[in-house]
T-cell receptor
Framework: KAGVTQTPRYLIKTRGQQVTLSCSPISGHRSVSWYQQTPGQGLQFLFEYFSETQRNKGNFPGRFSGRQFSNSRSEMNVSTLELGDSALYLC????????????FGSGTRLTVV | SQQGEEDPQALSIQEGENATMNCSYKTSINNLQWYRQNSGRGLVHLILIRSNEREKHSGRLRVTLDTSKKSSSLLITASRAADTASYFCATDDSNYQLIWGAGTKLIIKP
């Protein structure tokens, strides 16, 4: 079956702009999580959605938001981009509680200039 | 925030040797998972060990978990060049998120 698909793969944006990243989970997976990876902070949890409901949110400013659609696809949005938002953004999907691990997409590398 | 430490931060060994990485965490967990990441790409799930398990095997991988010490180790036996990657442990506390270690960068020399 197809894996987790993230688009776009690479993105270059200017400070102050906003960006939307997309994630299509594995068919049948209703939980989608987002993580930010940077050399300085490592992997950090952004948020998790299940059946269009956000169940948990990490410690990020309100500029970071997300949503999930009825087909389980998810988007995350970052408004008023800052240089520090440059990172690899990873999406993961799992069935239910994640008791068997998560499947990650290849990520979207965002560069803010 | 990161859950804990992984050590070593970097490990370089000869092909065919065994590689051992360690992970420590801070809070109670539901399970602990290990992932591999190649050159800043996506993470690949390797193995999951539940809090009531002490050891688990998958192919050339062996994971141990000591909940009293809040630590885990990942052993890769008979390493191959293709094992060159960064390895991360992540803990699941049943709060719909994974909390990650800082990772171990493994280099397998031919």
């Amino acid at each position: 079956k197809a894996g987790v698909t993230q688009t776009p793969r690479y993105l270059i944006k200017t400070r102050g702009q906003q960006v939307t990243l997309s994630c299509s989970p594995i068919s049948g997976h209703r939980s989608v999580s987002w993580y930010q990876q940077t050399p300085g902070q490592g992997l950090q949890f952004l948020f998790e959605y299940f059946s269009e409901t956000q169940r948990n949110k990490g410690n990020f400013p309100g500029r970071f938001s997300g949503r999930q659609f009825s087909n389980s696809r998810s988007e995350m949005n970052v408004s008023t981009l800052e240089l520090g938002d440059s990172a690899l953004y990873l999406c993961a999907s799992t069935s239910g509680q994640g008791a068997y691990g998560y499947t990650f997409g290849s990520g979207t590398r965002l560069t803010v200039v | 925030s990161q859950q804990g430490e992984e050590d070593p931060q970097a490990l370089s060994i000869q092909e065919g040797e065994n590689a051992t990485m360690n992970c420590s965490y801070k809070t109670s967990i539901n399970n602990l998972q290990w992932y591999r990441q190649n050159s800043g790409r996506g993470l690949v799930h390797l193995i999951l060990i539940r809090s009531n398990e002490r050891e688990k095997h998958s192919g050339r991988l062996r994971v141990t978990l000591d909940t009293s010490k809040k630590s885990s180790s990942l052993l890769i036996t008979a390493s191959r060049a293709a094992d060159t990657a960064s390895y991360f442990c992540a803990t699941d506390d049943s709060n719909y998120q994974l909390i990650w270690g800082a990772g171990t960068k493994l280099i397998i020399k031919p």
